[in-house]
T-cell receptor, first 113, second 114 residues
């Protein structure tokens, strides 16, 4: 079935450093790859997404890259700040067997002062 | 702003009880979803619906059923609750039928089955 693998499960960086989270997906027909951020005790919220016709997308300090050939995509956060501390989920939209969004297992990012 | 409301923030139920989790969205969205969130397992899709009275199984539908009698309301039903259904349940909605687009999540229901 459809599968999204996410690494690492935990990531600790110093404030101001960059953070990178990587995901791979199984279905080559997937065409939409969002990233959600979930702060402690809060609901997941979309922070950035990319579609399969684009290789990279940026929004201020965050960027996402997509390699369709290798079936992997990554989230990059530059100049990390304490408020970036959260759980981040990648996801892939699978078009076979009923269009649905499958999530990765999450990355707990901690930005230390 | 889209509002997705889940009826309970915390629920405690006994093994074998029938449990209803309710979700309402106020933006006339076509699609609604139920996920469960467990540490280390991420968000796993239980059921989803792209239209009134329509439902599709997600990745882990066993032990659950759903009901969508009205467009704005999507209910998750645990016919006979078991301890392994203790989890955080998240409802979500999105606008266009079957489209790949942003999900709006509710604040979640933490269910404990004793």
């Amino acid at each position: 079935g459809e599968n999204v693998e996410q690494h690492p499960s935990t990531l600790s960086v110093q404030e101001g450093d960059s953070a990178v989270i990587k995901c791979t997906y199984s279905d080559s027909a997937s065409n939409y790859f969002p990233w959600y951020k979930q702060e402690l005790g809060k609901r997941p919220q979309l922070i950035i997404d990319i579609r399969s016709n684009v290789g990279e997308k940026k929004d201020q300090r965050i960027a996402v890259t997509l390699n369709k050939t290798a079936k992997h995509f990554s989230l990059h956060i530059t100049e990390t700040q304490p408020e970036d501390s959260a759980v981040y989920f990648c996801a892939a939209f699978f078009t076979g067997g009923g269009n649905k969004l499958t999530f990765g297992t999450g990355t707990q990012l901690k930005v230390e002062l | 702003d889209v509002k997705v409301t889940q009826s309970s923030r915390y629920l405690v139920k006994r093994t074998g009880e029938k449990v209803f989790l309710e979700c309402v969205q106020d933006m006339d969205h076509e699609n609604m979803f139920w996920y469960r969130q467990d540490p280390g397992l991420g968000l796993r899709l239980i059921y989803f619906s792209y239209d009134v009275k329509m439902k599709e199984k997600g990745d882990i539908p066993e032990g659950y059923s759903v009901s969508r009698e009205k467009k704005e309301r999507f209910s998750l039903i645990l016919e006979s609750a078991s301890t392994n259904q203790t989890s955080m349940y998240l409802c979500a909605s999105s606008q266009q039928q079957g489209a790949a687009e942003k999900l709006f999540f509710g604040s979640g229901t933490q269910l404990s089955v004793l």
